[in-house]
């Protein structure tokens, strides 16, 4: 399928992500990826790598550096131009949405590119999505770690059961039309205000 | 956000000083008096910039002065047709030098006074030193290829004798980072705007040795760059935007408001710099560095001056730079796409209705007042100038070809 292998150049400060384009990229036949996570010297490690085609994410502050060094630069043997498929814009939509940009050396057929950024583009929003899915179970684990708290200062200042604490958490939560959680943050915060932690 | 707002308009900025101007019409309530409902992006390039105007997902943005030319003249990829309907603010940037640079400019008769000639010899000296020495050209960074930064001190260092393609390296930098790369020894100087210049003052690593604002008095930095299809598609909500850019570039200018200001432009949204920092673009009151300060007129204008009139004079300089420096070709279909690209006659339209002072032309000779001078326009009176280059040229917009042949020939002297 590969018949000579490109060789990519991979350029993101999440290591997490680069590692995940990575990986995809191999999965998909491609032997020679490199990954670059700082772009110090970064002109010297293109003049060595000579990437056909490069990945870099659009949150990187340096595209405007790149940019010109892939126009001006003597350490760039062969040009190096944006990948604008001008009969894809929708490619390059789906590719700005998902946070990614490519680079190709000059002459390169769009059709030995196009899988490479479709591969980043899919690997981008999946990290995406992973990143917001983590976020809310990390949310989720820490609202539970607070009512387990706002449990406790009920039951050793109430004398009440587990029970007990978390319907009248809850009770409050619907009287006021709050999340069980935010309650429960009052109460650890009012807690810790009024006097030595009763919930240890 | 106001649910029955008129017009919706999503617009893109870079953390910087001079985005304040857009950045307060949103933030302060210009936009919504004139039923807009303005989202504001920051972004984290330029070529973020120019990708999301290019695909739509900003109406418009805060952009270098030349670089909407640069999208039109086909320089960039994904290039889309771009246009200057409103100019935000004159002046604003520096040139910094580490402290080595600044010793041996000092052995060469440089004082902490920021004359340009002055400045301009005593660094030419130590090129000059430097090269008989065998050591390598210094290396100056610029935010981007097709800005004022470039321009400005490439035209600053060939008037003083130095070809800066030839005598010293330039490279790009994000301008956040200036004042490490120059700590670090990987760049010996550069041109930025505010406040990365008394960023490096302050951290004793940098000498402020010359300013835009004595380089090219009154001279255009940065502007609102729009899609042009938008444009066309939406003219009242861009008249609507013109009149709320108005109002808060003049509120923006007035003293009285600079603490207000730093304060909304301090937080993490927008610059994420303390207050205290933003002071020097907006006093003019700067520290150069080994204990000198200067208070420099007219160091930043948001308004002031016709700050925001999109001069054609101002896009034409930019090209002929562009030119000079084989960023593009000298052809008539080209000067005819940088004639075409800022669009005062949309400016003078948005705001007709408020009875404002505005311009009667569309360009000026640049470099021709030598005093502030008011000017006839339509309305109440304007102020213009002083809008002097340090070497004394004008640049005369009818004669690009003779000012393109003065500039072959100024090296080569």
């Known amino acids: 399928m590969v018949r000579t292998s490109l060789a990519v150049l991979v350029i993101d400060e999440n290591r997490i992500r680069a590692s995940v384009i990575e990986a995809g990229l191999r999965e998909a036949g491609h032997q020679r990826v490199t990954v670059i996570h700082d772009v110090s010297g970064i002109a010297r490690r293109i003049a060595e790598i000579e990437p056909d085609v490069i990945v870099i994410d659009l949150e990187n502050p340096n595209r405007d550096m790149l940019e010109n060094m892939f126009q001006l630069s003597r350490a760039v043997k062969r040009p190096i131009a944006m990948f604008v498929d001008r009969s894809d814009q929708a490619s390059i939509e789906a590719a700005v949405d998902a946070g990614v940009s490519a680079y190709v050396v000059d002459g390169l057929r769009q059709e030995r590119v196009k899988p490479i950024l479709d591969m980043a583009i899919s690997r981008f929003n999946a990290f995406s999505r992973m990143a917001r899915e983590l976020e809310e179970v990390r949310g989720e684990l820490e609202n539970r770690k607070v009512i387990d708290r706002a449990k406790g200062i009920l039951m050793k200042s109430r004398g009440l059961s587990e029970e007990a604490a978390y319907t009248l958490l809850r009770k409050t939560a619907m009287n006021q039309n709050r999340k069980i959680s935010d309650i429960a943050q009052s109460l650890v915060t009012a807690a810790g205000l009024l006097g030595p932690a009763e919930d240890e | ?413």
Not at chain 2, 217 to 224: A, D, L, T
């Open chain 2, 1 to 413: 956000m106001s649910m029955g707002a008129e017009h919706q308009i999503t617009a893109g900025f870079m953390p910087l000083f001079d985005s304040a101007v857009l950045v307060a019409a949103g933030e302060l309530g210009f936009a919504a008096r004139e039923g807009i409902d303005l989202t504001l992006h920051r972004e984290t390039s330029w070529a973020n910039i120019r990708d999301r105007i290019a695909i739509g997902h900003f109406d418009l943005a805060h952009m270098l002065g030349p670089m909407p030319l640069a999208c039109n003249l086909g320089l960039t990829p994904l290039a889309s047709d771009t246009i200057v309907p409103f100019s935000l603010g004159l002046g604003g940037n520096c040139v910094t030098i580490s402290n080595a640079v600044w010793t041996g400019m000092a052995a060469h008769g440089a004082v902490p006074d920021l004359d340009p000639a002055r400045a301009g010899a005593a660094l030419g000296a130590f090129i000059r030193e430097r090269a008989g020495a065998g050591r390598d050209p210094l290396r100056f960074a610029v935010v981007h290829p097709h800005s004022g930064h470039n321009y400005e001190l490439r035209y600053w260092l060939a008037a003083c004798g130095v070809d800066p393609s030839r005598e010293i390296e330039i490279v790009i930098v994000p301008p956040p980072f200036m004042a490490d790369a120059l700590a670090a020894g990987r760049i010996d100087g550069y041109c930025v705007g505010e406040p990365w210049n008394s960023a490096a003052v302050a951290a004793g690593t940098g000498h402020i040795v010359t300013v835009k604002a004595l380089l090219w008095r009154n001279s255009p930095e940065k502007v609102i760059g729009a899609r042009k299809a938008w444009a066309e598609q939406a003219p009242e909500a861009l008249a609507a935007l013109l009149r709320a850019l108005h109002h808060s570039a003049r509120w923006c200018q007035d003293p009285a408001n600079r603490g207000e200001l730093a304060a909304v432009m301090s937080q993490r949204g927008f610059l994420g710099l303390p207050a205290a920092v933003q002071m020097p673009i907006l006093t003019g009151h700067l520290r150069l560095g080994g204990g000198a300060e200067l208070d420099i007129d007219d160091f930043f204008l948001p308004f002031d001056k016709a700050a925001n009139f999109p001069w054609k004079s101002h896009a034409l300089w930019f090209y002929t730079q562009m030119v000079r420096w084989g960023h593009v070709a000298h052809t008539p279909e080209n000067l005819a796409i940088a004639r075409d690209c800022y669009r005062p006659d949309l400016y003078r339209s948005a705001l007709k209705p408020l009875g404002v002072a505005l311009p009667g032309a569309n360009a000026k000779v640049e470099g021709a007042l030598k005093v502030a001078t008011p000017v006839g326009s339509a309305g109440a009176s304007l102020m213009l100038g002083p809008d002097g280059f340090f070497d004394g040229q004008i640049f005369d917009p009818d004669e690009i070809d003779t000012y393109l042949q003065s500039q072959k020939t100024t090296l080569k002297a």
